[in-house]
């Protein structure tokens, strides 16, 4: 046996190193596969979310002319006598200001015309338009001159006309409308696409932007051009070509010229004029170098094979990285020095099964706003916090406790419990460690907010049931306000958080349906002695309750979600839309307030929006402010002067609502020009004196003058209020002494008895 070891023992070895070699090469290559999926996961949905907000934009286009189409038809529709053609002209010529639309025809029974009585009914896709009104329709020759789209709405109440059709321009709905400020600095989602294409279901294109000399778009049908070109898998190419002419959304990775990219395709569905937008992105600019590297492994696989030696060295040091990963993946975060939540949950059945007669409580500790924090302060910020709060968590710690890092600025805390009192005393000590972090400058303070569910002793559930009752407190708690909160599980909540689930279902319909209610709440000028405009509120009528839901009912949970965004933007749309119409029926007309969420005012096109719709519906400047709350400009102040600045330039004024809840707001009036203050009704409550209540009022009052900007005091109830105010040198007050909440309609009716211009 000696021998035959002495013998072979260069072959063995060989053949050792072979298979050693063979195991290495198949096991990296399954380890790149995995690399590989998960990084075109990663991409596609980066890609994804930058072709969403181009398809947003585009959305939002279809909807202002469905819009403008919609106000005018209305207007027509509230003609005394009903509509003429005569009229249809008039107010064509006299009104209409968008500069993509090439005509305006009426529709009565089966004839469509222009209003010179020329037919229209040749075009197919204007009789489509009229059969599904309310709707953009395809593409089409107008005139034999211009690519148009046409848009259908009915006109009540005329026995001349039907409805009406407006004609637009195809450029009214186009790529090219992404750019934005005198520049014409495209939106960072455009700029990224290697090229962009507006593109009907039948696959022509009807729009595009290119940033590449990668690909040649041609200008036949993207089926049979730019789709053909960049996939050589033919079932995938079907499956591109099976997504538009099916109206779906969809994304594919595929490589060319040794690089990888991402096709999205987002249809905007036949209420749109059957159009998608396709987009193509870079892997590498979404994902730096991890592509690039991702090919440059799969070359180096091949010199693997003929290096024995080495391989079986890497081999070695694979095996060390794959435990290593394995354990960090399932027990450990060894980037915030923290267990992962997998890990968090063994360790806290152990501890429950070894002290199951003690008392513990389950915490979510929750960074506010932390998705922010690397948009404004770069992109490892949030990683910097994450490990800040990682290791002052684990210092407070004792014996038996553990936590976990979640995800998203959130971390789990299973920690000893006696009583309510001494808990909240333990979390706020926690949140003055947290608070004490500074590695992103004097602009930001940490603020956390706390969901705590107490274990019941004796009471036998998972750890996962124990985290659901977490994400309950978190759902059913209001949004919040301020530096600290701490929110307990009760009973209670349970019901709430089912309201909160079957408001989240309701909401788009209920906007859709126009359950939304603008009311204007009056403000009076105490030295001009008249109105001085109105602050705008929104109300929701629920049909299936039969009653306007409470704002406090609502408004919590839309902010939670997002939707108040959308919302917001509605109520700004409204408001210019209401001004324009009274300013064109020549009737008196006052300046309003619209509020802004913190959620709204984030948004990277808040700005370009606003100014925007201003722009559509001419409102003069200085007619419309913006209000933002004193909690979102203490915490972002200098994020909002930026914003402030450039709402200025473009003639919006703005406020802050609720000044004086309890922040210290010298940073706000030191660093942002606020064009108006509203003072919170905190300061007409009852203190310790009348007289100090006064002197108080008195004071801010009139530093608030010095500094040049318009007070208002909010909560007015009483005359004898109103005498003191006006005493104090206040400029405008807002309550309900001078007047409720109310429709718009009543609005109107208030002002056209009461007020003269």
Not at 267 to 289: P, R, T
Not at 374 to 383: Q, S, T
Not at 481 to 486: K, L, N, T
Not at 641 to 669: A, P, Q
Request: glycine share 8%; aromatic share 12%; net charge negative.
């Amino acid at each position: 046996m000696k021998k035959f070891f002495s013998k072979y023992i260069g072959e063995i070895l060989m053949a050792i190193a072979t298979v050693i070699c063979v195991f290495f090469f198949v096991h990296i290559t399954a380890l790149v596969s995995d690399y590989r999926n998960s990084l075109n996961k990663r991409i596609s949905d980066q890609a994804e979310f930058y072709a969403l907000e181009q398809s947003r934009y585009i959305a939002a286009q279809c909807d202002d002319l469905k819009r403008e189409t919609k106000f005018l038809a209305d207007k027509l529709s509230a003609t005394e006598g009903g509509a003429t053609v005569s009229q249809v002209k008039d107010a064509f010529l006299a009104e209409w200001r968008n500069e993509y639309l090439v005509d305006i025809g009426y529709y009565k029974g089966d004839a469509i015309t222009d209003w010179n009585g020329s037919a229209l009914s040749s075009y197919a896709e204007i009789r489509e338009s009229v059969n599904a009104v309310g709707t953009i329709s395809r593409a089409f020759q107008y005139d034999n001159t211009k690519m148009s789209i046409a848009i259908a709405e009915n006109v009540e109440n005329s026995t001349e006309l039907d409805g009406i059709v407006l004609v637009f321009e195809r450029a009214a709905v186009s790529i090219e409308n992404y750019k934005t400020g005198d520049d014409g600095e495209k939106i960072n989602s455009v700029a990224l696409a290697e090229f962009s294409l507006l593109i009907k279901h039948d696959g022509k294109i009807v729009d595009r932007d290119e940033n590449t000399d990668t690909f040649t778009i041609g200008n036949e049908s993207v089926q049979s051009g730019i789709f053909a070109t960049i996939f050589s898998d033919g079932a995938k190419l079907q499956s591109a070509v099976d997504a538009l002419t099916g109206g779906k959304n969809s994304s594919f990775v595929f490589s060319k010229n040794s690089k990888y990219y991402v096709l999205t395709i987002n249809s905007f569905g036949s209420e749109n004029g059957n159009m998608s937008l396709a987009c193509v992105y870079s892997a590498d600019k979404i994902s730096g170098e991890s592509s690039a590297m991702m090919s440059s492994v799969l070359n180096a696989l091949s010199g693997l094979a003929v290096c024995m030696v080495v391989a079986v060295a890497a081999t070695f040091i694979n095996i060390s990285a794959s435990k290593r990963r394995e354990y960090m993946s399932e027990s450990y975060n060894a980037a915030l020095n923290c267990p992962t939540t997998g890990k968090f949950e063994k360790d806290v059945e152990g501890i429950m099964k070894r002290h199951g007669g003690a008392n513990f409580a389950i915490v979510s500790l929750k960074i506010n706003n932390f998705g922010y924090v690397n948009e404004k302060y770069g992109d490892n910020a949030g990683e910097e916090l994450a490990k800040y709060c990682s290791s002052a968590v684990r210092r407070g710690l004792f014996a038996e406790e553990t936590f976990a890092y979640a995800g998203d600025g959130e971390f789990y805390l299973f920690l000893h419990y006696r009583d309510r009192q001494a808990f909240t005393e333990r979390l706020n000590g926690a949140y003055l460690r947290l608070r004490s972090f500074d590695g992103l400058g004097d602009d930001y303070r940490v603020n956390v907010a706390f969901a705590v569910y107490e274990v019941e002793k004796g009471v036998r559930q998972s750890v996962a049931s124990m985290i659901d009752k977490l994400r309950m407190v978190k759902k059913a708690a209001a949004v919040t306000v301020g530096a600290f909160s701490i929110t307990f599980y009760e009973d209670i909540l349970r019901e709430n958080y089912v309201r909160k689930a079957e408001i989240e279902s309701r909401m788009e319909s209920a906007l859709a349906g126009n359950e939304f209610h603008l009311f204007y709440q009056p403000k009076y000028n105490l030295r001009a002695k008249n109105m001085d405009g109105a602050e705008i509120l929104i109300r929701w009528y629920d049909p299936k309750i039969g009653k306007y839901r409470g704002p406090n009912e609502f408004l919590s949970v839309f902010e939670e979600d997002g939707f108040i965004s959308k919302l917001d933007r509605f109520v700004f749309f409204k408001a210019c839309e209401n001004i324009a119409g009274r300013i064109a029926e020549r009737k008196i007309c006052y300046p309003v307030s619209v509020n802004v969420s913190r959620v709204t005012a984030i948004q990277p096109d808040f700005v370009d929006y606003y100014i925007r719709i201003k722009k559509k519906f001419n409102i003069k400047d200085g007619f419309i402010t913006l209000e933002f709350t004193e909690s979102f400009a203490y915490e972002n102040y200098e994020f909002l002067r930026d914003i402030v600045s450039k709402l200025h330039e473009n003639g919006l004024l703005c406020s802050i609502d609720d000044f004086g809840t309890g922040y210290s707001s010298y940073n706000i009036l030191k660093t942002i020009e606020m064009d108006e203050i509203k003072l919170d009704k905190f300061f007409l409550g009852k203190g310790i004196s009348d007289d100090r209540d006064k002197t108080l009022l008195k004071s801010v009052i009139g530093m608030l003058k010095k500094l040049g900007a318009k007070v208002t005091q909010e909560g007015v109830e009483t005359r004898d209020d109103m005498i003191m105010l006006e005493g104090f040198g206040c400029d405008v007050i807002q309550g309900y002494y001078f007047a409720k909440p109310m429709k718009y309609v009543d609005f109107c009716e208030f002002v056209d008895t009461n007020f003269t211009k």
